[in-house]
């Protein structure tokens, strides 16, 4: 595993000015996780309005991995989330938490993860999931520098909050809720056309991004659209009272 200094204010300061959305600004803490634990695979995770979605991901792995969690409501990237807490897996082939997760871990060809908690007890709390292929794959990386890097994310979300009014923000959160959104409607009608499982139906979609090279959001939108007629119907933010 390679290794890397500590990311202070500085570097947070800096990814601020330079970007001009939160999620760039995310994007380049996945970037920079990705590049100090050499990992396969890296996701970003928040739970605005009390449902979790990656925000941003890196690697081939991260967000099919995230995604299994979100939908059996447990895992390791959740609860570091909800407990503040950081959640490692020396491997996943002898773990028993999380039902069927750690057996589908392996399938995907991880075998180790580790997930750092990011802005814990906020109304954005999340969690930096990183993913290794083999077992112990966190064991000779710079903790202390994930860590730090973790921790400078919690301070440069409430600075992006602080940058961007109330209005902006809140868009940006529904942007991200609206391309999961998307993303479940596709999944549905997939496994509706396939009678096949959900984890089936996102590989089939993954796939075709791909092959196609298109966003899978936006092929989301098109085979929902094409299939209904009408573009996919969006939740609506809930605002805190």
Same mark, same amino acid.
């Given at each position: 595993?390679?290794?890397?200094?500590?990311?202070?204010?500085?570097?947070?300061?800096?990814?601020?000015?330079?970007?001009? @959305? $939160?999620?760039?600004?995310?994007? !380049?803490?996945?970037?920079? /996780? =990705?590049? *100090?634990? #050499?990992?396969?695979?890296? +996701?970003?995770?928040?739970?605005?309005?009390?449902?979790?979605?990656?925000?941003?991901?890196?690697?081939?792995?991260?967000?099919?991995?995230?995604?299994?969690?979100?939908?059996?409501?447990?895992?390791?990237?959740?609860?570091?989330?909800?407990?503040?807490?950081?959640?490692?897996?020396?491997?996943?082939?002898?773990?028993?938490?999380?039902?069927?997760?750690?057996?589908?871990?392996?399938?995907?060809?991880?075998?180790?993860?580790? @997930? $750092?908690?990011?802005?814990?007890? !906020?109304?954005?709390?999340? /969690? =930096?999931? *990183?993913? #290794?292929?083999?077992?112990? +794959?966190?064991?000779?990386?710079?903790?202390?520098?994930?860590?730090?890097?973790?921790?400078?994310?919690?301070?440069?979300?409430?600075?992006?909050?602080?940058?961007?009014?109330?209005?902006?923000?809140?868009?940006?959160?529904?942007?991200?809720?609206?391309?999961?959104?998307?993303?479940?409607?596709?999944?549905?009608?997939?496994?509706?056309?396939?009678?096949?499982?959900?984890?089936?139906?996102?590989?089939?979609?993954?796939?075709? @991004?791909?092959?196609?090279?298109?966003?899978?959001?936006?092929?989301?939108?098109?085979?929902?659209?094409?299939?209904?007629?009408?573009?996919?119907?969006?939740?609506?933010?809930?605002?805190?009272?």
């Amino acid at each position: 595993m390679s290794t890397g200094g500590t990311y202070d204010s500085s570097h947070i300061t800096q990814w601020l000015l330079d970007l001009d @959305s $939160l999620e760039g600004f995310l994007r !380049t803490l996945a970037d920079a /996780a =990705l590049e *100090l634990a #050499a990992c396969e695979g890296v +996701g970003v995770t928040l739970e605005p309005d009390s449902r979790p979605l990656t925000v941003v991901s890196e690697g081939t792995v991260a967000a099919k991995l995230d995604e299994k969690q979100y939908g059996q409501d447990d895992g390791p990237c959740l609860q570091a989330l909800r407990t503040a807490e950081e959640v490692a897996v020396r491997d996943m082939l002898h773990e028993h938490r999380w039902d069927e997760y750690p057996a589908y871990a392996v399938s995907c060809g991880i075998r180790s993860s580790l @997930s $750092l908690p990011i802005a814990a007890h !906020t109304d954005t709390a999340g /969690a =930096l999931n *990183l993913y #290794a292929a083999p077992p112990d +794959g966190f064991a000779d990386a710079d903790l202390g520098s994930l860590r730090s890097l973790a921790a400078q994310a919690t301070g440069g979300i409430a600075l992006a909050q602080r940058f961007t009014d109330a209005e902006e923000f809140a868009g940006q959160m529904q942007t991200a809720m609206r391309s999961r959104s998307v993303i479940d409607q596709a999944l549905g009608i997939i496994m509706g056309q396939r009678h096949c499982t959900a984890d089936e139906a996102f590989g089939i979609l993954r796939s075709a @991004s791909q092959h196609r090279n298109i966003k899978l959001r936006d092929l989301c939108t098109q085979l929902v659209t094409n299939v209904t007629g009408r573009p996919p119907t969006e939740p609506e933010l809930r605002r805190q009272g």
